[in-house]
């Protein structure tokens, strides 16, 4: 089946699909403008993308890449930041997460190692021209999280910063990996004794992006599993994670933040939906940040006693996938 495109740059020469005749593949947003989307379904799997750009920013720094081959799906989430270096940076791995895809087809299937092929789309930029002013000594990069899943529902994922993924399904929401290794508030693990304040200053903090020279080996974490029927893997970049809800105490106090994980607001979203989460999640984000915006909100809103939302601007982008049909439990 042909992918379903909007404001999407088609990889290969304008094909929208490759001259095997086989994958389907797709870069996005084409343009930095307001809104990029793209989905792709065959027999064993669907997959969906949408990133749009934040409210006040100059132009969308988030890109996504999907690439459904023969026997495996592969997708990635790039969260570029610095200015126009970040978006060279982003999208230009993104277009080279679909060329090792398209070079490396068969062995990816075999041997589905998420961590190599984000290193691999990541040092490709080395060989990269940048445009003038924005190569290797520039402060711009990006982050990456990348999934590789194979018809019977193996998965296995790799990050590199702060984007995140999930899963969702029957048992509830959650969040995988722990994504950035020097600060503990961004782990999967509940936080205890955090104040709210020092929180909300410092989750923008992140290091050892991907930058115009590459990433290390050591800046990947990486994981794998199996989805199962019902089951999606949602990559999200860190717009959608800093305005999901904070747990803090059972009393309210924003002297103890327990949980930024954001899985107890993400299953309220997405709750009684059914199909269409990339959809759904990103349109309940970006009506939250623009309805704060407009309104010129204090940074604190209380969702429940012991919830509390510290909105941001910023751009969004998320990417969801699902299993199709029986194939899966052959």
Not at 70 to 75: D, K, Q, T
Not at 134 to 161: H, K
Not at 272 to 287: D, F, S
Request: contains cysteine; neutral net charge.
């Amino acid at each position: 089946m042909l992918p379903e495109t909007r404001n999407v740059r088609i990889s290969f020469a304008g094909y929208a699909v490759p001259p095997d005749g086989k994958s389907a593949l797709a870069v996005l947003p084409e343009e930095r403008a307001k809104e990029a989307g793209f989905s792709v379904s065959n027999k064993w799997i669907s997959a969906a993308a949408l990133v749009r750009k934040g409210i006040k920013r100059e132009e969308c720094q988030d890109s996504a890449a999907i690439f459904a081959g023969e026997g495996f799906l592969a997708a990635g989430v790039f969260d570029g930041h610095g200015g126009p270096s970040g978006t060279f940076v982003s999208d230009s791995v993104a277009n080279h997460l679909i060329d090792v895809c398209l070079e490396q087809g068969k062995l990816l299937a075999k041997n589905p190692n998420a961590k190599a092929l984000l290193l691999d789309a990541a040092n490709r930029l080395g060989d990269s021209t940048f445009p003038p002013g924005l190569g290797t000594g520039s402060c711009g990069g990006s982050t990456g999280m990348v999934a590789l899943v194979l018809p019977d529902g193996r998965f296995s994922i790799a990050a590199i910063a702060d984007s995140a993924v999930y899963l969702i399904g029957q048992r509830g929401v959650r969040r995988l990996l722990k994504y950035d290794t020097v600060h503990a508030w961004n782990s999967v693990e509940p936080v205890t004794g955090m104040d709210f304040d020092v929180y909300v200053r410092c989750r923008n903090i992140v290091d050892k992006t991907i930058d115009a020279s590459g990433a290390g080996e050591s800046r990947v974490e990486s994981g794998s599993g199996r989805l199962g029927r019902g089951e999606s893997l949602v990559l999200v970049s860190d717009g959608i994670t800093k305005n999901l809800g904070i747990v803090v105490k059972a009393d309210g106090s924003e002297k103890d933040v327990r949980d930024v994980s954001g899985c107890r607001d993400l299953r309220r979203i997405i709750s009684g939906k059914r199909g269409g989460l990339a959809n759904a999640i990103a349109k309940e984000i970006c009506g939250r940040t623009e309805k704060n915006c407009a309104k010129k909100a204090d940074v604190r809103i209380v969702v429940s006693e012991n919830e509390v939302l510290a909105l941001q601007d910023d751009d969004v982008s998320v990417v969801s996938i699902s299993l199709n049909g029986a194939e899966q439990f052959k």
